[in-house]
Each structure stands twice: as C-alpha cells, then as structure tokens.
C-alpha cells in the first residue's frame, strides 16, 4: 500500500477545485473531531482553497471526550480557518437519547469509560462475537443481548445522524459544499453510520485505507499527538475504533488488501502473517455491511402502456 504522498495529495486537492466549481460552491464545510480523518481532510481543503473558504463546524454532546476540542483546535488553529461550535446536548436530550444509556449518573469520565468497556466485554462473551459486527445487520435472530445492542445502536448512531443535519443546514445557508471524511478501511468494513457520517457531498479520503491517513496526515503536519492517540467515534466512554472492530488497523488493512485484490485466505494468511480466524472476521465485517455502501434497494416493475 506505498503511496508518494505529495502526488496523492495534489491528486485530492485537484478534485477538491474541481468539485467546488462543478456544484457551484461558494466554499466547504466540515465537522471537525479532533481525529487523524478530519484532521487531514481540513489539511487538504485548505492547500485546495484556502483558509478563507473552508468553514469548521465543533459539534460536541454529552458524552464527546474533552480532549476532542482541544485537538481539534490545535488543528483550527494551525490552518487558520474559522469555526463555529454547536452542542448538540440539548436536541439530543429532548429526543430522549439518554435515557437509553444513563450515563451520566455514573460519575466520571474515567468510570464511564471503564464501565462501558466492562459491559462491552460482557457483550461479547454472551454474543460469541463482536457486538459491531452482531449490530450490521438486524438483531432478529439474537437470542442474548439483542436489547443492549438495539440501544447502543440507536444511542450512538443518532449522533452522526445529528451532526449531518447540522453540518447541511449550514452547508444550504452558506452555500458550501459538504465534506466527508471517510476512509476506505471504514467504508469496507461499515465502520460509519448509515445516513450520519457516510453522508456528505464529497469524500476526498475515501480512496485511502487508514493507515495510508496516517501517512498523508503526517506528509501534510497534522499534530502528531493526534496522529499518535487512538482512533475513536467519540460516541460512547471508553469505546475506540479498535475495540469496537475487534482487530488493529494495521492488520484489518493488510487484510483489506488482499481482500480488494481478489486473494484467497491462504494468500493472505501467506503475505501478511495473520491467522484464519483474523481473515474470517475481516470478511464477515465487509459482508454484513454491504448495505451501508449501497443506495436503499427497490422493486423491479415493469410497467405497461
């Protein structure tokens, strides 16, 4: 997966020009979180346009992790672009999100952590599996723990679906073009929500697996301490993307690869060093979410004169 990142990184820029003109954009907008993802793509809509033309949009809730402002700072701060900040607390405790998970009688931050991380284990020795991976699809068949896992669902998903919204709404008012951060690595393995954050007008990283993100993030100056730290949704206490896909990013990607090149296990458990059981759970990752990559299906009708 070696990549120039310079020619990468122009590549994007070019089609970020392109897309602006095409939509007849007067600018771009995008919702920062302190993460690598976000971070990166404000890097390459700045060199594409300029600072003046990017709009940054904080948009933290109950649960958002401080750190997450802060890093995401760091990165306002060191492009120059201009930001607003939106707590989406309120609408979200009047839909009545909280009461699913209430979390906040726990005290904190560091108890939340270790208790959502206790019950997320728990999940996984009453599932046999992964409670994402349970969670791609329905819970129907789900003998033990389908409630749990249909209140995660819904506590943590309406967040991006929250975010969306907001991040258009501003998008329509200013006439700008909304930006997506998905990655690759994220988009195989549905890793997103479904009509939250794979939702945007365009997504200029999703050519690139995560830790190629990594590599152009650190070409382009992203902070190293957000480089460095764990990537997390920032969804729920405790929860980072690893834990939750139940493997490393370095080897998912590997896996990814051979994957996207048509090998068969053997292949990959060969070139990569990893074992079945790993190349099993990766597959099964990219089965189960095929429908978040996909328009809704609809009915073939034949219609008469």
Known sequence: MHMDPEIVSKNIEAFIRQMVDEYRRDGVILGMSGGVD?????SLLVRALGPDKVHTLLLPERDSSPDSKTDAMVEIERLGVGYQEIDL??????????KQLPLQYLGARRIKETVVRQQHQQQIEKLGEMPFLAGLLGTRDIEKGQRIIDAGNAYARVKHRMRMVVLYYYAELEN??????????????????KWGDNVADIEPILPLYKTQVFQLA??????QEIIDKAPSPDLMPGIVDELAL???????????WGINQ??????????????????????????????????????????SN
């Open 38 to 42: 976000s971070s990166l793509v404000a």
């Open 246 to 256: 139940g493997i490393d990013y370095a080897t998912l990607d590997k896996i990814l």
């Open 89 to 98: 607390t309120p609408i979200l405790s009047a839909i009545g999100i909280y």
């Open 262 to 303: 048509g090998w068969i296990d053997s292949r990959i458990i060969e070139a990569y060093n990893v074992d079945i059981p790993q190349v099993e759970h990766v597959r099964e990752l990219v089965a189960r979410s095929e429908h978040t990559r996909i328009m809704p299906p609809y009915p073939e009708i034949t219609l």
């Open 218 to 223: 650190t070409f382009l100056g992203v902070s």
């Open 176 to 193: 700008l073009l909304v930006i997506g951060t998905t990655n690759k690595s994220e988009a195989m393995t549905g890793f997103v929500v």
